[in-house]
């Protein structure tokens, strides 16, 4: 997700010239469908948050898998990773207001 991130208007002015060169049908097809996939700035917000946290996901998945990991090292990586998505996911302050206001 990262690579395509980076190279996103890169990505966009390929996908625009092989629209026009390509002659078969299944090729232009797909490279028009690419082409307004990297057009629609929905789909460029979905990757800027969404890359960050699948990276974290990446990192969480290879600490897991050494053969000789920390338990505790784990625990306090999981916990933190949890903390970090829902941080990115629910506005702490709004959070603190319901809890405040239904008591």
Known sequence: MFNILINWEELKVYF???????SQFDN??????????????????????????VQEFERMNSLFQQTKADPHELYQQIFLHQKSLQNRLYDAKRQGGKKNSSS
Do not use: C, G, H, I
Not at 16 to 22: A, K, L, M, N, Y
């Open 16 to 22: 625009t010239s092989e629209e026009r060169v390509q």
């Open 28 to 53: 232009k097809f797909k490279a028009r469908l690419l082409k307004k996939m990297l057009s629609d700035y929905k789909n460029y917000l979905f990757f800027e948050f969404a890359t960050p946290v």
